[in-house]
């Protein structure tokens, strides 16, 4: 049978109005910000503390994957789908993508199948320039900063050698991780070396995706960390008065996105920070708005159990103030054939033995939602190539273990494939009363929350902080932010810091080479193994199969 392309499917879609969506959240088209007839902003005046209250989060979350992706957001938008075709008032909170990703190996964020959100090509390039915003809103940073190093008085005689703030650019691109700048002579300022990040891992990302209004932001910028004077006195971008030119350039980015599923439910997309390298969920803003305005929320989290779900319990629920109510765990047979030792190009070959031997991975992240406190449902996301043995054994062996798990159609079937998934998802939400487990109290050391995440999360044996770590230690206590969560940068192929150790390592060490502060962010950065926060393209980078016609349509995004 010949499946149609997630690109063909969102163009042959019939997409209704965005002022129609909006109504079904009560939303006046006078409170429309519109970007055409399919996409809007929405003003941060919509949140409803009463509302908000009242609503159920559903955090989705995965195994670890493998490197083409388990199907997260596929499953969260056909979750909607199905708790919508069951009477539930549900809207699905997403994050907006990245363009490194959508022109390299992974492709865009936007679902797939019969399971997406939708304008997708413009979701998945450009959207409505929020990440253009933020761009412009960090590399002002940056310029502000290089313009008072070079002032003639002396400016806040900051020294360059400590400064690390890097400006950033929204696409792969290694040769631009490491740079000297200020070459010229006097007319190119004073020399030194930086780089660049990916717009995904940068601060302002994590402050947009963590502040509450325009007030927030404006503060949180004005924490930012620059560096220190020769007299060693931390310098902060509030030092530099750039808190209010930096929010200004946010004036728009701030605002949450309102766009459509396929089967024309709503879908707020705000934010991007990478769940690797970042905390890996949406804004606070976008999330707490979904929830006064439906009655249920569905929001994923970057990559597994191990990093984006447990940044967003640690990180983002302790800072927004918010609890899922239930989580889901998107579990493939192929991830599972993938831990247990089959090479990439034989996962669509059956092969039993490979997935018993990889179920030890699932089963860790089974465990660690129990970490967190809160009832999950495994959601088994199907691909044409499972079998039904290998359904059913991974059916029979969950029950074994007393975890509900629910197959899922949502990339074939929609919301009608996600029905039996949406009736266990809203059971569990519906009859959990309490609030999540942090993994570690913000009070402990920096030391301490690390080791504590590596130890009780990813099964290491224990933690090496390594010289420069060390050092970064003395100047996290310097300037007094001992008391923030860590947002541990790692790779998201395996618990380990080594991609390569697959399934459910033992006896490990995870080894933290550096630590970064995003004191505007509020958290700490350990960086782990040689994760990059400016990856590569690959051999063969996705872009190279796309294009578009003279009369605007686009071919090869996915």
Same mark, same amino acid.
């Given at each position: 049978?010949?499946?149609?392309?997630?690109?063909? +499917?969102?163009?042959?879609?019939?997409?209704?109005?965005?002022?129609?969506?909006?109504?079904?959240?009560?939303?006046?088209?006078?409170?429309?910000?519109?970007?055409?007839?399919?996409?809007?902003?929405?003003?941060?005046?919509?949140?409803?503390?009463?509302?908000?209250?009242?609503?159920?989060?559903?955090?989705?979350?995965?195994?670890?994957?493998?490197?083409?992706?388990?199907?997260?957001?596929?499953?969260?938008?056909?979750?909607?789908?199905?708790?919508?075709?069951?009477?539930?008032?549900?809207?699905?909170?997403?994050?907006?993508?990245?363009?490194?990703?959508?022109?390299?190996?992974?492709?865009?964020?936007?679902?797939?199948?019969?399971?997406?959100?939708?304008?997708?090509?413009?979701?998945?390039?450009?959207?409505?320039?929020?990440?253009?915003?933020?761009?412009?809103?960090?590399?002002?940073l940056a310029a502000l900063i290089d313009n008072d190093i070079q002032k003639p008085d002396g400016g806040?005689?900051? =020294?360059p050698r400590t400064v690390e703030w890097k400006r950033v650019m929204d696409m792969n691109d290694r040769?631009?991780?490491?740079?000297?700048?200020?070459?010229?002579?006097?007319?190119?300022?004073?020399?030194?070396?930086?780089?660049?990040?990916?717009?995904?891992?940068?601060?302002?990302?994590?402050?947009?995706?963590?502040?509450?209004?325009?007030?927030?932001?404006?503060?949180?910028?004005?924490?930012?960390?620059?560096?220190?004077?020769?007299?060693?006195?931390?310098?902060?971008?509030?030092?530099?008065?750039?808190?209010?030119?930096? !929010?200004?350039?946010?004036?728009?980015?701030?605002?949450?996105?309102?766009?459509?599923?396929?089967?024309?439910?709503?879908?707020?997309?705000?934010?991007?920070?990478?769940?690797?390298?970042?905390?890996?969920?949406?804004?606070?803003?976008?999330?707490?708005?979904?929830?006064?305005?439906? =009655?249920?929320?569905?929001?994923?989290?970057?990559?597994?159990?191990?990093?984006?779900?447990?940044?967003?319990?640690?990180?983002?629920?302790?800072?927004?103030?918010?609890?899922?109510?239930?989580?889901?765990?998107?579990?493939?047979?192929?991830?599972?054939?993938?831990?247990?030792?089959?090479?990439?190009?034989?996962?669509?070959?059956?092969?039993?033995?490979?997935?018993?031997?990889?179920?030890?991975?699932?089963?860790?992240?089974?465990?660690?939602?129990?970490?967190?406190?809160?009832?999950?449902?495994?959601?088994?996301?199907?691909?044409?190539?499972?079998?039904?043995?290998?359904?059913?054994?991974?059916?029979?062996?969950?029950?074994?273990?007393?975890?509900?798990?629910?197959?899922?159609?949502?990339?074939?079937?929609?919301?009608?494939?996600?029905?039996?998934?949406?009736?266990?998802?809203?059971?569990?939400?519906?009859?959990?009363?309490?609030?999540?487990?942090?993994?570690?109290?913000?009070?402990?050391?920096?030391?301490?929350?690390?080791?504590?995440?590596?130890?009780?999360?990813?099964g290491a044996k224990d933690v090496e902080f390594l010289p420069k770590a060390k050092q970064n230690l003395?100047?996290?206590?310097?300037?007094?932010?001992?008391?923030?969560?860590?947002?541990?940068?790692?790779?998201?192929?395996?618990?380990?810091?080594?991609?390569?150790?697959?399934?459910?390592?033992?006896?490990?060490?995870?080894?933290?080479?550096?630590?970064?502060?995003?004191?505007? !962010?509020?958290?700490?950065?350990?960086?782990?193994?040689?994760?990059?926060?400016?990856?590569?393209?690959?051999?063969?980078?996705?872009?190279?199969?796309?294009?578009? =016609?003279?009369?605007?349509? +686009?071919?090869?995004?996915?």
């Open positions: 049978m010949a499946f149609k392309s997630d690109l063909e +499917i969102a163009q042959a879609a019939r997409l209704k109005p965005i002022k129609e969506i909006a109504s079904r959240l009560s939303i006046a088209e006078s409170d429309l910000e519109l970007y055409g007839n399919y996409k809007a902003k929405l003003p941060l005046k919509l949140f409803n503390e009463n509302g908000y209250k009242k609503s159920k989060l559903i955090l989705v979350t995965a195994m670890t994957p493998t490197p083409a992706g388990e199907g997260k957001t596929t499953t969260s938008i056909g979750l909607c789908e199905g708790m919508n075709k069951i009477g539930k008032k549900t809207t699905v909170v997403l994050r907006e993508p990245s363009l490194g990703p959508v022109f390299g190996m992974k492709g865009g964020a936007a679902g797939g199948g019969y399971s997406q959100v939708v304008p997708m090509e413009d979701i998945n390039l450009h959207f409505t320039g929020d990440f253009a915003a933020v761009e412009k809103a960090n590399n002002l806040l005689k900051i =020294d040769a631009l991780r490491n740079l000297i700048t200020g070459l010229g002579g006097k007319n190119g300022g004073m020399i030194r070396e930086t780089g660049f990040n990916i717009t995904a891992a940068s601060e302002i990302m994590a402050i947009l995706c963590l502040a509450k209004d325009m007030n927030d932001l404006k503060e949180k910028i004005g924490n930012i960390y620059v560096g220190d004077t020769y007299g060693g006195k931390a310098v902060f971008a509030r030092d530099l008065k750039a808190q209010g030119a930096v !929010a200004l350039l946010l004036k728009d980015a701030i605002k949450p996105n309102l766009v459509q599923t396929l089967e024309g439910n709503p879908a707020i997309i705000h934010g991007g920070p990478f769940g690797n390298i970042a905390q890996g969920a949406n804004s606070i803003i976008a999330t707490r708005m979904g929830m006064s305005l439906s =009655d249920y929320v569905v929001t994923e989290a970057g990559f597994g159990s191990d990093l984006g779900a447990e940044k967003f319990i640690d990180i983002v629920c302790g800072y927004g103030g918010f609890s899922p109510h239930a989580m889901v765990l998107v579990a493939t047979i192929r991830a599972l054939k993938y831990h247990g030792g089959v090479p990439r190009e034989e996962l669509t070959k059956p092969n039993l033995k490979a997935l018993e031997a990889g179920f030890v991975n699932l089963e860790k992240h089974i465990e660690n939602t129990k970490i967190f406190g809160v009832p999950a449902v495994i959601s088994l996301n199907k691909f044409i190539s499972d079998t039904d043995e290998e359904i059913k054994w991974v059916i029979n062996k969950c029950e074994e273990l007393g975890v509900d798990i629910a197959l899922s159609e949502g990339w074939e079937k929609g919301g009608a494939g996600m029905v039996d998934l949406a009736k266990k998802v809203t059971e569990a939400a519906d009859s959990f009363h309490g609030k999540y487990w942090p993994v570690y109290d913000w009070k402990a050391s920096i030391e301490e929350k690390v080791r504590t995440v590596a130890v009780k999360i990813y003395k100047r996290i206590d310097r300037i007094g932010l001992n008391g923030v969560p860590v947002c541990i940068a790692k790779t998201q192929n395996s618990f380990s810091d080594d991609a390569k150790k697959l399934g459910r390592p033992k006896d490990f060490i995870i080894t933290v080479r550096e630590i970064e502060v995003a004191a505007g !962010a509020g958290f700490v950065i350990p960086i782990t193994g040689d994760i990059l926060r400016m990856p590569g393209l690959p051999v063969v980078p996705a872009a190279l199969a796309m294009d578009i =016609d003279n009369e605007g349509r +686009i071919i090869g995004l996915s």
